[in-house]
């Protein structure tokens, strides 16, 4: 198996809405782009599937030095051989790299926010800085489209929060930020208990209508120069804020199950936004 086809795997088996985005992209530019999702994926995985934070860290400290080394010309891993040939051709930042990383030993050090500014800063780590290296890749001419990726990658990892809640809690984290919880008298045993409620509903309400309004503040960002070449932004931003509708009709039953579109749906709301221009 080629680096490549490694990464396009990955890519594939996470089943994720990213990935939908990614099949109308050029050929080189949808290599690299797979690559960078590989790269996130195998650095959040380590977080997700390994129990002992120790051990986490142990692995989060070899891609710090696996991307140092890709950096230098002497990558080892499938990941970083796909994505090196693309760093130089797209601009992409050793400091934008290893700050995905930082976000995700953020989560071995903290399962709980104070307020919105402290989630801001976690979700910069985790999403806005994929959305600069992703919107790097697709194609910037306009110092604004930089802008547009950071602040839709913050919605987008809203959106995540959202539909995650009841796993996240599960896991005995909450990304809800704990002035949040106290504004609406949801406590943290209602979210780790599952227990569904009135304020719980008026809570997720208040979350999902923020979010939307951050999609709203991207798009206003968007330089009209770049529409075309950013339109897997727009596509992946059209399947999430679907699936923000989704929970809002099914009454914001987050804590039982992961609401979620099927992939004909995925497909076609990408293939709408792609026609659209």
């Not at 596509?235 to 009454?251: K, N, P, V, W």
Request: net charge neutral; proline share 4%.
């Amino acid at each position: 198996m080629s680096p490549d086809e490694y990464c396009q795997q990955k890519a594939a088996q996470s089943g994720s809405s990213f990935y939908y985005s990614f099949l109308f992209l050029p050929p080189e530019r949808r290599r690299a782009i797979t690559a960078l999702y590989a790269f996130c994926r195998e650095v959040d995985d380590t977080v997700d599937e390994i129990e002992d934070a120790g051990v986490a860290r142990t692995k989060l400290l070899w891609w710090r030095k696996e991307i140092a080394a890709m950096l230098n010309g002497n990558p080892s891993h499938p990941v970083t051989l796909a994505l090196q040939p693309h760093v130089a051709t797209y601009g992409l930042k050793a400091e934008h790299l290893q700050a995905v990383i930082d976000g995700m030993e953020m989560d071995l050090d903290q399962t709980r926010y104070l307020d919105f500014a402290g989630l801001q800063r976690y979700c910069w780590h985790v999403a806005s800085v994929v959305g600069i290296l992703s919107a790097s890749i697709f194609g910037v001419t306009q110092g604004g489209t930089l802008l547009f990726a950071e602040k839709l990658g913050l919605a987008f990892q809203l959106t995540n929060i959202i539909r995650d809640v009841g796993e996240d809690g599960r896991k005995g984290r909450i990304y809800l930020p704990v002035s949040e919880l106290q504004q609406f008298n949801v406590t943290a045993a209602d979210i780790l208990n599952a227990r569904h409620s009135e304020n719980f509903e008026k809570l997720m309400r208040f979350q999902v209508e923020r979010a939307q309004r951050v999609y709203d503040e991207a798009f206003a960002l968007l330089p009209k120069q770049d529409r075309r070449a950013q339109r897997p932004g727009l596509m992946m931003a059209a399947i999430y804020r679907t699936l923000l509708e989704e929970i809002e009709h099914d009454g914001f039953h987050v804590l039982n199950q992961r609401i979620s579109l099927t992939p004909i749906r995925k497909l076609w709301l990408a293939w709408k936004t792609y026609i659209r221009g």
